[in-house]
């Protein structure tokens, strides 16, 4: 099938340390971002990617670490400098071009510090 | 900067009645716009667009949304709500490629709980 997969489902983080969430499609999409979700909050933008090797901050990018080595993939570091992670974690990828333009989203990621 | 505002943090209504949810935009230039709904702990499900062309975009689940670019809004309407349509909207503007350079931006609004009641 395709679709884009975010793993794992729920994450838990100790204090103080690093954690890599995982996104990945198969639907041959060409841009990938990250938003970061809390409630009555909306999504915020965390990072996103146009092509491969290369990424912009979006609006919170303070804390978050992306890399885009390859077109299916696009994991987001949460570093221990990011004070507040507890959220649910979205991530989303889109065809450029004049139709396919909408975003396809995988199903999320709840982090909780612990 | 790119900006998208739906004023109401809930919509209650009634099943059988129309639904409405509001969406206004500040972009520079012709926006791409979309709506999206969210059902608990899930990921976004994408409703329809508005790219070019007519005004009136109808999309999924019996949905349908009008741009305004005079006063550049977005509404998501539905003419008889149902209970199963209770859950998370999103309005979404994009900026299409070559204007700024912050091109291909995905910027969500708040978001509106929508409450059907049978």
């Known amino acids: 099938d395709g679709g884009i997969t975010q793993s794992p489902k729920y994450l838990f983080r100790k204090e103080g340390q690093n954690v890599t969430l995982s996104c990945e499609q198969n639907l041959n999409h060409d841009a990938m971002y990250w938003y970061r979700q809390d409630p009555g909050q909306g999504l915020r933008l965390i990072y996103y990617?146009?092509?491969?090797?290369?990424?912009q901050k979006g609006d919170i990018a303070e804390g978050y670490s992306v890399s885009r080595e390859k077109k299916e993939s696009f994991p987001l570091t949460v570093t221990s400098a990011q004070k507040n992670p507890t959220a649910f974690y979205l991530c989303a990828s889109y065809r450029q071009g004049a139709r396919n333009t909408e975003a396809f989203f995988g199903q999320g990621t709840r982090l909780t510090v612990v | 900067a790119q900006s998208v505002a739906q004023p109401e943090d809930q919509v209650n209504v009634a099943e059988g009645n129309p639904l409405t949810v509001k969406c206004t935009y500040s972009v520079s230039g012709n926006p791409y716009l979309f709506w999206y709904v969210q059902y608990p702990n899930r990921g976004l499900q994408f409703l329809l667009k508005y790219i070019t062309g007519d005004n009136l975009v109808k999309g999924s689940y019996g949905f349908e949304a009008e741009f305004n670019k005079s006063q550049t809004s977005f509404h998501l309407k539905k003419p008889s709500a149902l209970v199963s349509d209770s859950a998370l909207y999103f309005c979404a503007v994009r900026v299409p490629p070559g204007r700024t350079d912050s091109w291909g931006k995905l910027q969500f609004g708040a978001g509106t709980q929508v409450v059907v009641t049978p």
């Open positions: 990617s146009q092509i491969v090797n290369d990424f």
